[in-house]
C-alpha cells in the first residue's frame, strides 16, 4: 500500500506527511499560512485519514505535531506487522542490540577500571562515580526499549527500485500500489515534493527517518 511504501521510505514520519499531502490535495485539510492545518468538514477516507483529521479538530495541528501523535499510534503498529509479514522489515535480533550497545558497555567497562585504579590510588572518584551512575541508567534505558524494526534488504532493495522508477512507473514495473497525486510524490521525495510549491513550504520539510 501506499502508507507501508512510505513506512519503508521514512518510518511513521513519512507515512503521516503522505496522508496529510492527499488529505490537504483533496480539500480535506486546509493549510494556513503558519503551517497549521484546519479540517474543512469534507469526508475522510480510511482510519488514518480519521485519526489525523481527529487530531486537527481538537486543536489546530502543524505536520510535526501530528508526527508525534501518531508516531506510537497503533495504526504504526499495524503497518509494521503487515511489513514484517511481507519480509520487508524484521525486528532486532538480540545480536544487534548487543552491538548497538557495545560503545556504551566499552565505556562502562574503562569506566569501573578507572575507579577501582582510583580507589587503589587513594584519589577522588565522586565525579567518575556520578558519570557511571548516569551511564549505566543510560544503558538500562536503552535495553528495556522495545526491539526496533529494521528494514530488511528486499525491503531497502525495494524502496530503490521504486525511486528509481518513480511515482507514475512504479505500479506498472513492481508489485505495488499506484503512487498517485501528492501523496506519490510525498512517499518518495517527501513534503518537499508537494507539487504546490507554497504549500509546500507551508507545510514545512520531511523530518529525518526515525527508528521504525
Known sequence: SVEELAFLTGGMNRVVDA??????????????????????????????DGEIV?????????????????????????????LEDRGLLHRETF?????IQLPVMLLLG????????????????????ALLFVTTLFF??????????????????????????????AHRLL????????AGLVVIGGLEAFPDEELAMALGPSAPMYSA
Open 175 to 182: 508489485p505495488v500500489a499506484a503512487l498517485t497525486g501528492a
Open 19 to 48: 496522508t496529510v499531502a492527499r488529505l490537504v490535495e483533496t480539500g480535506v485539510l486546509r493549510v494556513q499560512r503558519e503551517g497549521t492545518l484546519q479540517y474543512t468538514g469534507a469526508p475522510v477516507r480510511t482510519a488514518l
Open 54 to 82: 481527529g487530531a486537527v479538530q481538537r486543536q489546530p495541528q502543524t505536520v510535526p505535531q501530528i508526527r508525534r501523535v501518531m508516531r506510537q499510534h497503533e495504526l504504526a503498529e499495524d503497518i509494521r506487522r503487515a
Open 110 to 129: 574503562v569506566g569501573v577500571a578507572r575507579l577501582i585504579n582510583g580507589l587503589k590510588l587513594e584519589r577522588p572518584v565522586a565525579f567518575l562515580i
Open 95 to 99: 545480536g544487534q542490540k548487543l552491538i
Open 140 to 169: 538500562l534505558f536503552r535495553w528495556k526499549m522495545p526491539r526496533r524494526f529494521i528494514t530488511t534488504r528486499s525491503g531497502l532493495q525495494l524502496v530503490d527500485r521504486v525511486r528509481k522508477a518513480g511515482p507514475s512507473q
